[in-house]
């Protein structure tokens, strides 16, 4: 099991800057890809950006430029810092992981995803 916590999220002007950071626990070892999504209201959920775990990055075509997605593997903490904010980046942003296959002693655990609960960005016009 891995759990992640999202921290960072909050009310800022267009043009201003959050950092978002998501701290993952439990069998981090097996965490792969560490992605994060946002979901503006009524509207699905988007990938916003990922990064591997040897730190190959990609960004959605709305972000790139703006978002500089990181991760620190030793403390298994990966980052989103958001610049040049917009009133349409206004979302709740979640954290995701995507774990590999394992073997513990006898017990296998299949490839999963995980997700954080969530925080709030909102940008203000």
């Known amino acids: 099991q891995v759990q992640l916590v999202e921290s960072g999220g909050g009310l800022v002007q267009a043009g201003g800057s959050l950092r978002l950071s998501c701290v993952a626990s439990?069998?981090?070892?097996?965490?792969?890809?560490m992605n994060w999504y946002r979901q503006a209201p009524g509207k699905g959920r988007e990938l916003v950006a990922g990064?591997?775990?040897?730190?190959?990055?990609d960004y959605a075509e709305s972000v790139q430029g703006r978002f500089t997605i990181s991760r620190d593997n030793a403390k298994n903490i990966v980052y989103l810092q958001m610049s040049s904010l917009k009133p349409e980046d206004t979302a709740v942003y979640y954290c995701?992981?995507?774990?590999?296959?394992?073997?513990?002693?006898?017990?296998?655990?299949?490839?999963?995803?995980?997700w954080g609960q969530g925080t709030q960005v909102t940008v203000s016009s």
């Open positions: 995701n992981c995507n774990t590999g296959a394992y073997w513990s002693g006898p017990s296998y655990t299949a490839p999963k995803t995980y």
């Open positions: 439990g069998s981090t070892f097996s965490i792969n890809a």
């Open positions: 990064i591997t775990k040897i730190g190959a990055t």
